[in-house]
């Protein structure tokens, strides 16, 4: 629909070539309209790469770090709204289209959870959500493991993990097999109740594709400490709602953390809180329906101008100015 409507483009994540393949498989979406819109946003070293993919010698989830894939959504975009700071920028340097910055909303529940995180017993660590190798599970195992001898913990992981036999195997090979359980998809319940009970819930993503994350806007709502990458749209978070790590120092950086809440589990609760704070202020759904209010109302505007910038793509035309 999106190759043949022009339409508000609501780009929430900008690696999508996975989205385009698993269309193209499914006859949804055309390959010849694939490849020619490849071809016009990377040219023929863009072409080259899907054709590797389309031959199965290359992964989608590779071609996207190259190739995010994201100027596939714009052919007819009358604007686009986006969840992240680097996305926007993105957007903005490969075309003109109007584009809009919102912050990602999310219900919050009605009532503060009241947790007490026990300084008693192992420290609860968390993961969860659609689990690929950018989700660092792997190098949190490995930290983990090196820690097991200074540090009581135990991690519930729950989810759809990329690889669960080879994350089963690694845990095995760690010798922390009796501290990490595998829990697969779980009800939303169960989920909210292991976050309001975790001491530590790790977000990181590296890469990152420029993602907002709809996984840390459920932590704050469980009123939960967490640690993320600082890249993309999570370097944008201010430093008092989460733990920042480097990813050029990821091993390091995640076991001081989680040292510091192994002598001291009340560490995060300012964080798990000032996270709260502004989930319910910045990430409120009426917020963010009168904002994408305010671009259906530019939607005329909007469509003049996308209209007049693909008309004036030619040499000698000039550059608009983007409103």
């Given at each position: 629909?999106?190759?043949?409507?022009?339409?508000?483009?609501?780009?929430?994540?900008?690696?999508?070539q996975?989205?385009?393949?698993?269309?193209?498989?499914?006859?949804?979406?055309?390959?010849?309209?694939?490849?020619?819109?490849?071809?016009?946003?990377?040219?023929?070293?863009?072409?080259?790469?899907?054709?590797?993919?389309?031959?199965?010698?290359?992964?989608?989830?590779?071609?996207?770090?190259?190739?995010?894939?994201?100027?596939?959504?714009?052919?007819?975009?009358?604007?686009?709204?986006?969840?992240?700071?680097?996305?926007?920028?993105?957007?903005?340097?490969?075309?003109?289209?109007?584009?809009?910055?919102?912050?990602?909303?999310?219900?919050?529940?009605?009532?503060?959870?009241?947790?007490?995180?026990?300084?008693?017993?192992?420290?609860?660590?968390?993961?969860?959500?659609?689990?690929?190798?950018?989700?660092?599970?792997?190098?949190?195992?490995?930290?983990?493991?090196?820690?097991?001898?200074?540090?009581?913990?135990?991690?519930?992981?729950?989810?759809?993990?990329?690889?669960?036999?080879?994350?089963?195997?690694?845990?095995?090979?760690?010798g922390?097999?009796?501290?990490?359980?595998?829990?697969?998809?779980?009800?939303?319940?169960?989920?909210?109740?292991?976050l309001?009970?975790?001491?530590?819930?790790?977000?990181l993503?590296s890469?990152?594709?420029?993602?907002?994350?709809?996984?840390?806007?459920?932590?704050?709502?469980?009123?939960?400490?967490?640690?993320?990458?600082?890249?993309?749209?999570?370097?944008?978070?201010?430093?008092?709602?989460?733990?920042?790590?480097?990813?050029?120092?990821?091993?390091?950086?995640?076991?001081?953390?989680?040292?510091?809440?192994?002598?001291?589990?009340?560490?995060?609760?300012?964080?798990?809180?000032?996270?709260?704070?502004?989930?319910?202020?910045?990430?409120?759904?009426?917020?963010?329906a009168?904002?994408?209010?305010?671009?259906?109302?530019?939607?005329?505007?909007d469509?003049?101008?996308?209209?007049?910038?693909?008309?004036?793509?030619?040499?000698?035309?000039?550059?608009?100015?983007?409103?």
């Open positions: 629909m999106i190759q043949r409507l022009p339409t508000i483009v609501v780009l929430h994540d900008m690696a999508i996975e989205l385009c393949f698993d269309g193209m498989e499914r006859g949804l979406l055309d390959q010849d309209v694939y490849l020619e819109n490849m071809r016009r946003a990377h040219g023929q070293a863009g072409v080259e790469a899907a054709k590797l993919v389309l031959g199965h010698e290359m992964g989608a989830r590779a071609l996207a770090r190259t190739y995010p894939g994201f100027e596939l959504a714009l052919t007819h975009a009358v604007s686009v709204v986006t969840h992240s700071r680097v996305a926007q920028q993105s957007v903005d340097t490969v075309s003109d289209v109007p584009t809009y910055l919102l912050d990602l909303p999310f219900r919050p529940s009605l009532r503060r959870p009241e947790v007490y995180r026990s300084g008693l017993g192992p420290l609860r660590l968390v993961q969860f959500g659609y689990t690929g190798p950018n989700r660092r599970l792997e190098s949190v195992l490995r930290a983990l493991a090196s820690l097991k001898h200074e540090v009581d913990f135990c991690f519930d992981v729950m989810g759809k993990l990329w690889d669960t036999g080879y994350l089963r195997n690694l845990v095995n090979q760690l922390i097999e009796s501290r990490v359980t595998f829990h697969g998809f779980v009800d939303e319940g169960f989920l909210d109740q292991k309001q009970q975790a001491h530590l819930v790790f977000n993503r890469p990152t594709m420029g993602e907002a994350s709809g996984s840390q806007l459920r932590i704050w709502n469980a009123c939960a400490a967490s640690v993320v990458t600082n890249l993309g749209w999570y370097a944008d978070l201010p430093d008092e709602t989460v733990f920042k790590i480097n990813p050029d120092r990821e091993a390091e950086e995640l076991k001081s953390i989680v040292r510091s809440l192994y002598a001291d589990p009340s560490r995060g609760k300012r964080k798990a809180l000032a996270g709260r704070g502004r989930l319910e202020q910045i990430h409120n759904p009426a917020r963010y009168a904002a994408i209010k305010k671009v259906a109302e530019k939607f005329s505007q469509a003049a101008h996308s209209l007049l910038g693909s008309r004036c793509s030619f040499p000698g035309c000039g550059t608009l100015n983007r409103r």
